[in-house]
């Protein structure tokens, strides 16, 4: 009975859930409606209905229940008395290697097929192994911490567990309490591995932005959005003049308070939507610009799989059309020596190559899709071009 009516109310919640908001706001709405279910009710609830989007657009015709035993046996690796007791044969399997795992669900339901979970593969970008990218969405990606300058030795010594990546990164385990041993943006920066790589980028070859090295002496971040990459510039560049902007003004103040914990006092900020307006002239005289630009967010959807769950490929040329917009602004006025890097944390051919055929008076210095489903971080595409 207890089983049971776990099971019911995890059938509940994806039956009631529509995406509307993201699903980690959505089920602490749902917990604080239903205060009888326990903390361990709670962690089996969230757990399965997160397996269940993890899926993606696999096996969508099954029935909830179905599904989402189905989903719960691929994303995780322990037995549990709640497997074990719908699905005996689920629960002495689910410790095996997943490539196993997806022969015993293909034996039970033969049309399952791994590339289903994201079927828009004629969309990616040439060089993003599909069927990769898609048995990444089965597990949850790592926690990420880059340590900020000066403070590498007194973090490492601090840090009970994590693997290093040098120069400045860590990998953890989701469960861990960054707040517990440190202040974060003070000594440590909780950045995904993947966008801690956009440092290669605003810093090539460990040299300055310029083509002749030299260090940037101004730098913009047109869509600060979090400013993680804000931050990171400041740290490679302690002296070089900051500008940030974004299209809402909610974010730049959150900016003001993050900075402040940062030690970042000295820059300047405006309101603009670049898709609508042109870049104002002290921004384009910076010598570094970042165009981070607003995007599907597909490379990031092993951390909210709900978004790739609920997604409609419509929304593709929606956002494909607003960064041409923004680069194409961005471009058209750089100064001369100016270095634009371009980023989106998309996995789509529209929104990464295809965008850079609208900057094409531009030298081209690199483009990579950083390919994070290979290591339990998010996946990006990055390019730099200088004037």
Not at 73 to 93: I, M
Not at 191 to 197: A, G, N
Not at 307 to 325: G, W
Request: hydrophobic residues 40%.
């Amino acid at each position: 009975m207890k089983y049971d009516n776990q099971l019911r109310y995890t059938v509940s919640v994806v039956e009631t859930y529509r995406g509307e908001m993201p699903l980690a706001a959505w089920l602490k709405n749902y917990f604080r409606e239903n205060k009888q279910m326990g903390s361990r009710d709670r962690r089996l609830l969230g757990g399965m209905v997160y397996s269940y989007y993890r899926l993606g657009h696999a096996e969508r015709a099954l029935p909830v229940k179905e599904r989402l035993l189905l989903a719960f046996f691929l994303c995780q690796d322990q037995p549990s008395e709640f497997l074990g007791y719908f699905s005996s044969h689920f629960n002495q399997s689910v410790g095996l290697p997943l490539e196993q795992k997806l022969a015993i669900a293909k034996e039970q339901y033969p049309g399952f097929a791994v590339g289903d979970i994201f079927p828009w593969a004629d969309e990616l970008s040439d060089s993003i192994d599909h069927e990769a990218f898609c048995l990444s969405f089965l597990r949850q990606p790592d926690l990420f911490l880059r340590i900020r300058p000066g403070h590498e030795k007194a973090v490492l010594r601090a840090l009970p567990q994590g693997e290093f990546i040098p120069p400045w990164t860590v990998r953890l385990g989701n469960g861990f309490k960054v707040e517990e041993l440190f202040t974060p943006d003070l000594e440590v920066v909780v950045q995904d591995y993947s966008s801690q790589r956009i440092g290669e980028f605003l810093r090539p070859g460990g040299s300055g932005a310029g083509p002749d090295g030299a260090e940037p002496r101004t730098f913009w971040d047109a869509c600060a959005a979090s400013g993680g990459k804000s931050i990171l510039a400041h740290d490679l560049y302690p002296k070089v003049k900051l500008t940030v902007s974004d299209i809402r003004p909610s974010i730049l103040h959150n900016l003001k308070q993050r900075f402040a914990k940062a030690g970042i006092h000295q820059y300047k900020s405006f309101v603009v939507d670049l898709s609508q307006s042109a870049p104002s002239a002290d921004a384009v005289s910076a010598d570094l610009i970042l165009a981070d630009v607003p995007c599907t967010g597909s490379g990031t959807w092993a951390r909210t799989p709900e978004d790739l769950y609920f997604f409609k490929p419509e929304k593709i040329a929606h956002y494909t059309a607003i960064q041409k917009k923004i680069v194409t602004a961005i471009a058209s006025r750089l100064s001369p020596g100016a270095r634009l890097v371009y980023s989106t944390c998309s996995v789509f051919k529209k929104e990464n190559e295809v965008v850079l055929d609208y900057v094409a008076d531009l030298p081209l210095q690199r483009m990579e899709n950083i390919k994070g489903y290979t290591i339990g971080a998010d996946t990006m595409f990055a390019a730099a071009f200088v004037r």
